[in-house]
């Protein structure tokens, strides 16, 4: 049987990793700037989390939400006390769109209204819902195509307060744009949303799936700027890649038993993975060394005269090109060994472990610095 071919690849595979660093099947060493896909938070392979996940695996992997799950509690109140949100509720899934899914959802049924505003370049999953709201056609098969959904432009307080009406169910916003190029929301624009959703009793849902748990520099990009969405939805960064995601509820919303449901979400495994994953932000602060190797990386990447712009907060951060960058990648993967991702075709994006050290940084600074003055 054949792979079903929708995946470019890299001619690399990666057995083993530690940290930032990453082995290949050929034993070449590699500093990984791009975790994945913002996916790796504590560092690949750590420790804490390799024990936790072993332990569990080695007493319960699964059993269904048909049972007591002390684990899914535990991860709850630790995630409370770290992002500060303890008043909000968690619900448990698998995967960045499928959270996505669940708070778009969630917010219908709380308004019983159908309308989204979303935005210019927004990328929420591939999921019915989620792609629905997500500013690209190419991803969406006709089904897809629901008739729900008014997009404008991101940043665009004036359209913001156009937009939402008594009709909105719900403004679905990224923080930092991940797919969209690494477009930081601005203060005035999410207060402006926070501000038209009170106005009209629509529901602010903040897609935390890329530029959450701690990325940014503070646990949530919002807490910048003491926004408080209605729905949170969070993926990536959540199990340092063992897959699980959820959303975080604020009081005002009903629970009632089969609202929403999910056979594998908040399963032992996937809560063991969590639960160690705020183990280490905690314990080794990742959330502070995302801020502080973010801003070194940031003002550096600035005296650079090279680069047309940098973006971006925390360790996630955007170095737009004047060219396309598939060159620059190229060598900086096969020369330097150093993975980078990318957005559209000029904007190099830097994921990296929350953990990474200011001495790759440097590095990457300085390899980069060969192709761009
Ligand atoms: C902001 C954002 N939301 C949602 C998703 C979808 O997450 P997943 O691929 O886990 O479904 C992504 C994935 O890149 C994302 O960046």
Known sequence: MKLFDVYPINAIEPVKALGSKIWDSKGTEYLDLYGGHAVISIGHSHPHYVRK???????????SNSVEI?????LATRLGELSGLDDYRLFLVNSGAEANENALKLASFHTGRTKIV????AFHGRTSAAVAVTDNPAIKAP??????VQFVPFNDVEAVKAAVDGDTCAVIVEGI??????????????????????RTGAVMIHDSVQCGYGRSGKFFSFQHYGVKPDIISMAKGMGNG??????????EFQAKHGLLGTTFGGNHLACAAGIAVLDVIKEERLTDNAAEVGSYLISELKGFSGIREVRGRGLMIGVELEEPVGTIR????????????????????????????KEGAARFLECLKQYIK
């Open 53 to 63: 996940v072993s332990d569990q695996l080695a007493k319960l992997a699964f059993y």
């Open 70 to 74: 002390p684990l899914q509690q535990e």
């Open 118 to 121: 979303a935005f210019t370049k």
């Open 143 to 148: 089904l897809n195509f629901a008739g729900h």
């Open 177 to 198: 744009q991940g797919v969209g190029g690494i477009q930081v929301a601005t203060e005035a624009f999410l207060k402006a949303i926070r501000e038209a959703c009170d």
């Open 242 to 251: 063992f897959p699980i995601g959820g959303i975080l509820i604020a009081p």
């Open 330 to 357: 190229k060598k900086l993967l096969e020369d330097d060994k150093i993975f980078t991702g990318v957005a559209g075709t000029n904007i190099i994006r830097l994921l990296p472990a929350l953990s990474l050290e």
